[in-house]
């Protein structure tokens, strides 16, 4: 399949941007297969907080990953206003918690900055880069990382 | 995957079933039921699976094949007679040949060894000087008369014996024709040596396997130049014409400097689809007519010589024609050929036999990932519905009403769909269960034991996602039935049985589940040795009183086994137990039945589908939960003095005289911190995978449903807990319970420990 975090490096990329408490993300724009509104998730025992539950999308169950909680930042309680992105990430379809989406970016790779070096190790592994555009710091997320990893439970 | 790996694909596809198609045949003829039809279909499926062998450069196997293929050939031109014993071997050889293919495809090896055996034991029946015995049989069958016949004919005539076997039986009949002219004969050397006559009649089945006549003669033209002559006679007219059937036939002239073998190269791919006839020299038309007339009306005064009197084909350039079956016999036009012309004696045209057998129904072959797509998008339908019919019944809109009753029609329709969409997975059990014979075989052998399987039900259908998973209890069920259950053949004379045991393999519907039954008639379970085994392994306590019925029932516990030695067939540390979890993975059960000294039946009691699933929908903790019916005993509201404290914090529920560990789920999946008062809420008791019971609290029951299950692996992971999930009539996702988990999970001494983040985020 087509992986959308691998494009070559002077090609043109769109991405979409959200956000996540005061800081903007973004994510690679042929990840993302919908924007949703908010509804209720079905929690899931045995789970990492980040974890929202589990939603029903025309038919297939989809985990919702709670981005702020994965980034390690206190979780806000979502609202009508909330939504989730639904992003393919491998063979995974996966529901992204963000607090509203901004923007559509079209950027070239020569304008993402390595990630800083923070002392915090989430950030480290999952921000692919940092784009700056019109004095905005938008953080592009690495999809194939932010996903736990599928544990095999002993049987 | 590239063209020739589809292909491949294909063609191994064809194998199987061209396989299965052998051993039904050689079955068959083993049973003593197999006609010259089954000769010709086991004769065909060897054949087609060697040609496409070939294709694909398979040596071992075309080799293999091959040797197979001759002596099937020899059965069906009566070289060799067709006897049950002769149907044993080439059962073996089908076994053998079954080898080959897997090990082409990639699956397994083959033991060259014994498949050199094989094939020098499959040439013994061809060659007669090697083997004086495959006469015998007959001869022994039947007595005098046998003898005398086997003296007076001693090798029929290969040639016009194989066609008149592979007569088709499409309204005419085509007898190859050798006249022996005595100036023709005499002229023999004048004859020139490159020009040949071929007569061609196709069977329908030549065009079913997309093969043309166009085809063969223009690879026959590659060979030299040809005239090439069309019967039509036999053509009906066209409101009787079956669109199917072959009704033409052909004789060409070639002019080739090839020999008989080029020509009978080009007819390879087309061997058994059509009659041939290749010979040396033209063919005069007046023969041919002669000839055609002989076959319909034979003069009475014609002589009929045996085959065996023939002299060679090729030395005497005959003229073999098609008879076409409109009638035209005016015997003056005959010519004098046509009076020495040697119409075989027995050639009664087959006009009335319409049943051609034919590839049967119609079959799409379609990738399941589609199918399994369909399911997913009827499920939604389903829900949908559902959830349409919810709100409706929130509004309060009268059922009279024609929204109320558009849906009900919905609804039906809706069920109607998923019934017929279900129903496109479910295939007949035919596709286990013909694997079967040969393990029976095989055990057998390796036992010692002689066997017979008998199969009821093949035509029951499941769907494929238990379809898959029925082999290998079946399997182990099977093996046992034998290794464990059938006596000796010495032991069953002694006890004034049948030598040979009887092993049932059946498959029926009951109340909306399938079940497989698995019985012998051998010695039956010896209980007391069952106990003594069970006690000397510390598997029971040696002072437990246990009806018969638990007794038998202890072969399922992990670790027993009742036989004696270690065998080639048991023994291998895989005993009941792990037939048990297997079926308990499939949602079933499975029970015992026995009676010494008369045999054991095994019955197997499964889901009809993995795809949807019977279960409690029960509220815990403000979560909607699916409780798997198939684990729930019983549901109960406990009453205060049946709920006792044990040890610090657990307690137990009283349920007639026996104590069960009470299992908050609300608390053992990290939805509440603290537990209610079970008598607040209904308990379901229920059994796990090993038989242990507990009594699950939860707040409320909504009822019992049956649920499509969905896949939390396909976008997530496994949950501890869970078994799967589900979508609600009100859209929502609701997790089904995995109870055995449930009962584990709560048995551990340090609980996993739950995140207190975790909150239904309402």
Redesign the interface.
Known sequence: MFDPTTVASTERRELISFRVGDQEYCVNIMAVREIRGWS??????????Y??????L??????IMDLA?RLGMP?V??NVRSVFIVVQAGD???GLLVDAVSDILSINDDMVQPTPDVACDTVRSFVRGIISIEDRMISEISLDRIL?E????AA | MDELEAIKVTFFQECEELLADLEGGLLAMQEGIGDIETVNAVFRAVHSIKGGAGAFGLEPLVRFAHVFETLLDAVRSNEVPNTVELAAVMLRASDVLADHVSAARGLGDVDMAASAAMAAELKTWTDPSAAPAPAAPVAEAVETVAATVAAAAPTPAPAATSDDLDDDDLGFDFQPMTITVDEQAADAELIPSHIWTVSIRPKSDLYRKANETALLLRELSRLGPIVATMDESALPPLEFLDVEAAYVTWSVRVETDHGEEAIREVFEFVDGDCDLEIVRGEAPVEAALANLLNAIDPPAAAPAPPPAEMPPVAEVAPAPVEAPTEAAPPVQAAPAAAAVAAAPAAAPVKATQVDVPGPGQSVIRVDPERIDRLIDLVGELVINQAMLAQRVGEYGIAPSSNLAMGLDELEQLTREIQDSVMAIRAQPVKSVFQRMPRLVREVANMTGKQARLVMDGENTEVDKTVIERLSDPITHMLRNAIDHGLESPEERKAAGKNPEGVVRLAALHRSGRIVIEVQDDGKGINRERVLSIAVKKGLISPDLQLTDEEIDNLIFLPGFSTADKISDVSGRGVGMDVVKRSVQALGGRISIASRPGLGSTFTLSLPLTLAVLDGMVVDVAGETLVVPLAAIVESLRPKPEEVRPLGPVGSVLAVRDSFVPLIDVGLTLGYRTTSPSPTEGVVLLVEGEDGSRAALVADAIHGQRQVVIKSLEQNYQQVEGVAAATILGDGRVALILDVDAVINLRRRESPRPVEPTLIAAE
């Open positions: 209720p998730a079905t929690a899931l025992p045995q789970t990492p907080g974890m929202r539950g589990v939603i029903n025309r038919g297939a169950v989809l985990p909680a979780m309680e979502p995974r379809t996966v736990p599928r544990e095999a439970l």
